[in-house]
């Protein structure tokens, strides 16, 4: 059940508030529509704020001539039953004017006070035309900009977007401009096609930004038709590389939203997760892991808006359960959990264990372990040929395939085992040749 307050940026569900503050930009929940087609034009905003969205990031406004795309725009890349795991996407920044996009914004806005509603922008890396647009986007009311510094075909006629997200120096300038010319929120969306994510998240905050947002969409190309021999989106006989998202990139997008969180010169910086986030556990763990806000696309392209009724009534469900009353209570709260490998316990020990009242005697976890890892299940078979797998627990080594192979929950559980032995990372194991020396009481 929810409920809104006088259109006052705070939401009731199930009994539990899901406003948020981030970087200073207030709205009901955390549940934000990401910058991309579904947040091209007015009459999407609002039908996207009807349903229930916290908030709408404006698909990406430009310099006058706006951005022309080609036809066909869309590729995915497929599970079994045609489940789009991941989705391709060639179209460019708004291909709306500049007037009409200001002129919708500043309507919906003034309809719409209590959400957030954030402009993402992409002009040439010069100070003039970043001094230009600024003020004309702070007169519609918009709470904040979101800088695309990581559009994967950049506007290539225009110099913009991939090249500037993996140049940490052009990220500061750029910030530091948008600082300069305008007076809320500045957010700077980071691209996941550069080795280390610390870096552009510094020189952000270097230039003065307000919060980052991550990730924008991997380079990708998710097919071929190996009939015509070219990929897909096919534009006539030609394709070219897209940006990936959907559920396949939120692994990545939670480990680069991890490592800013727990970066030292950044953990305080506010995130907006972006990435597969397809239900309320996805949003729950991009803001466990440090997010104060979320970001969906894909899945709202794939089910619609009101899906958003979902997200919402789940995780108010389990924060109620969890006894957490508000997002901050749990944002960030498996930020000091994550680590670096050389810092794991190299004495904890877990083995595998099958539930046989559960086991439908598949041999699944069985072909797995023997073929391919280290033989510790046993494949027994008794005088009526029935069937039955043990784990050996001398041979186990705890990986966990046996368990993710399985195809019944909760079947195969992973059982931690006393040691006896204390906590010593790799870098004190004896095993280790570069392993701190201890320095001698004598």
Not at 203 to 229: E, F, K
Request: aromatic share 6%; charged share 20%; glycine share 8%.
């Amino acid at each position: 059940m929810s409920a809104f307050t006088n259109e006052s940026s705070r939401e009731l569900v199930n009994g539990v508030d899901l406003s948020v503050d981030f970087a200073g930009i207030r709205a009901p929940n955390p549940f934000w529509l990401a910058s991309a087609p579904p947040t091209d034009k007015a009459y999407n905003v609002v039908r996207a704020y009807e349903a229930g969205w916290g908030g709408v990031v404006w698909k990406t406004l430009g310099e006058d001539p706006p951005a022309v795309n080609v036809s066909s725009r869309y590729s995915a890349h497929f599970g079994k039953n045609r489940e789009v795991l991941g989705f391709n996407n060639i179209e460019l920044i708004t291909d709306r004017s500049l007037a009409i996009n200001l002129r919708e914004i500043t309507e919906v806005k003034q309809a719409w006070p209590g959400r957030a509603l954030i402009v993402s922008l992409m002009v040439p890396c010069e100070e003039a035309s970043w001094r230009h647009i600024l003020p004309l986007v702070e007169a519609t009311g918009a709470d904040g900009i979101e800088l695309n510094l990581g559009c994967p075909h950049g506007m290539p006629e225009r110099g913009m977007g991939a090249a500037v997200g993996q140049n940490p120096e052009l990220i500061e300038r750029v910030t530091r401009w948008c600082k300069q010319y305008y007076s809320k929120p500045v957010i700077v969306k980071l691209t996941p096609n550069i080795t280390d994510i610390r870096a552009p998240a510094q020189a952000a905050l270097r230039g003065g930004a307000d919060a980052v947002s991550l990730i924008n969409t991997i380079n990708s190309i998710t097919s071929l038709d190996l009939d015509a021999m070219v990929a897909r989106p096919t534009v006539g006989s030609q394709s070219t590389h897209g940006g990936y998202c959907g559920s396949a990139v939120k692994p990545i997008a939670l480990n680069m939203v991890a490592e800013i969180a727990r970066d030292a010169p950044t953990r305080s910086l506010p995130i907006s997760g972006i990435g597969g986030v397809s239900n309320w556990r996805d949003a729950a763990e991009f803001m466990a892991l440090g997010a104060g806000s979320v970001q969906v696309c894909t899945a709202a392209m794939l089910h619609g808006f009101r899906i958003v009724e979902e997200m919402k009534d789940g995780l108010s469900r389990w924060m109620a359960e969890k006894g957490y009353g508000s997002i901050a209570a749990f944002s960030g709260k498996a930020v000091a959990n994550t680590t670096d490998w050389k810092h794991l316990d190299m004495n904890f020990k877990s083995v595998a264990h099958i539930d046989q009242d559960k086991c439908i005697q598949c041999g699944r976890c069985y072909i797995a372990c023997e073929d391919t890892s280290h033989q510790s299940i046993a494949k027994l078979v008794d005088a009526s040929g029935a069937r039955r797998y043990e784990v050996i627990e001398e041979e186990c080594v705890g990986c966990n395939l046996c368990q993710i192979t399985c195809p019944v929950q909760d079947c195969i559980s992973m059982l931690p085992q006393q040691t006896g032995r204390p906590y010593m990372s790799w870098e004190e194991d004896p095993r280790n040749p570069f392993r701190k020396r201890a320095v001698s009481a004598t």
